[in-house]
């Protein structure tokens, strides 16, 4: 069974940088089928994909925040680590993962809610 | 990038109603569209992807049709699990979702 997990703080400062980590497994960070998001949902709001990271490394950001996000892997901890620079309140947000096998986001990981606050 | 529209973003509805979705594309996406149904503090699950094509475990009364531009979801008969909030998402080129349907219970 495949299973994502997300880990990170819960409160950050303004200006800060987040970092959160996903768990996987039940599969290889290197699968050639399996590649992981972060998603993000602001409390009420609808659901924003953020960044991508392939089997083969390779990485997609989203166009509106490309500059504030960096994604990466550490394949001997089956981790997907992301990060998010000068966090600001409307930031706020449940963190997902989740899992693309080529036919949508499935599985997703429990969310993790960020606040950003001072 | 690419838009999704979603439409109606509240739909009230009875069990035992046909419920219909529609999704809208800023540019062709062929048949590259998913849909899922989140409810409240729970992960969006998914539904249907490639337009039409329904997940595993998903009951039947859920079916995706559209190619292009338009899609639609439908639930034929509205169950009481139904109730819940409904997007779509392209993966055509990255990945788009739309703002969401929620549907209540009329």
């Known amino acids: 069974q495949v299973t994502l997990k997300e880990s990170g703080p819960v409160l950050v400062k303004p200006t800060e940088t987040l970092t959160l980590t996903c768990t996987v497994s039940?599969?290889?960070?290197?699968?050639?089928?399996?590649?992981v998001s972060w998603i993000r949902q602001p409390p009420g709001k609808a659901l924003e994909w953020l960044a991508h990271?392939?089997?083969?490394?390779?990485?997609s950001y989203s166009t509106s925040l490309k500059n504030r996000l960096t994604i990466s892997k550490d394949t001997s901890k089956s981790q997907v680590v992301f990060t998010m620079t000068n966090m600001d309140p409307v930031d706020t947000a449940t963190y997902y993962c989740?899992?693309?096998?080529?036919?949508?986001?499935?599985?997703w990981g429990q969310g993790t809610l960020v606040t950003v606050s001072s | 990038d690419i838009q999704m529209t979603q439409s109606p973003s509240t739909l009230s509805a009875s069990v035992g109603d046909r419920v219909t979705i529609t999704c809208r594309a800023s540019?062709?996406?062929?048949?590259?569209l998913a849909w899922y149904q989140q409810k409240p503090g729970k992960a969006p699950k998914l539904l249907i992807y490639k337009a039409s094509s329904l997940e595993s475990g998903v009951p039947s009364r859920f079916s995706g049709s559209g190619s292009g531009t338009e899609f639609t979801l439908t639930i034929s008969s509205l169950q009481p699990d139904d109730f819940a909030t409904y997007y779509c998402q392209q993966y055509n080129s990255y990945w788009t979702f739309g703002q969401g349907t929620k549907v209540e219970i009329k």
């Open positions: 990271i392939f089997s083969n490394d390779e990485k």
């Open positions: 989740a899992g693309m096998q080529g036919r949508g986001f499935d599985p």
């Open positions: 039940g599969f290889s960070v290197n699968n050639p089928r399996m590649g």
């Open positions: 540019q062709s996406i062929s048949r590259w």
